[in-house]
């Protein structure tokens, strides 16, 4: 998650996550999981187990993000027209 803060930027420039990766986000949040897991079974430094925390701080803003801006469904993606905007300019 420490490689995808940019990308919290950018949801927080454009004020949308329309554009975020789910997929990684998603195979991220379970790398995640299992490595917080496994920093506080096995035994190891206090400093690395604190270290794990900071990829959590990091999909908890990803999660508020997402609360935050909802997804504008009417919004083109890379150029191409929506659905509805196209049947618009066909109706007139």
């Known amino acids: 998650f420490a490689a ?11 004020k949308t996550v329309e554009h975020m990766n789910w997929r990684t986000l998603g195979y991220k949040a379970c790398n995640t999981f299992v490595d917080d897991l496994f920093a506080f079974i096995i035994t190891m430094p206090l400093m690395h187990r604190l270290s794990t925390l900071r990829d959590d701080v990091i999909f908890f803003v990803f ?3 997402l609360y935050l801006y909802p997804m504008d469904k009417t919004r083109c993606i890379d150029g191409s027209a929506s659905s509805d905007a196209v049947n618009d300019k066909k109706e007139k």
């Open 4 to 14: 995808m803060t940019p990308q919290l930027f950018i949801n927080y420039r454009l």
């Open 63 to 65: 999660l508020y993000q």
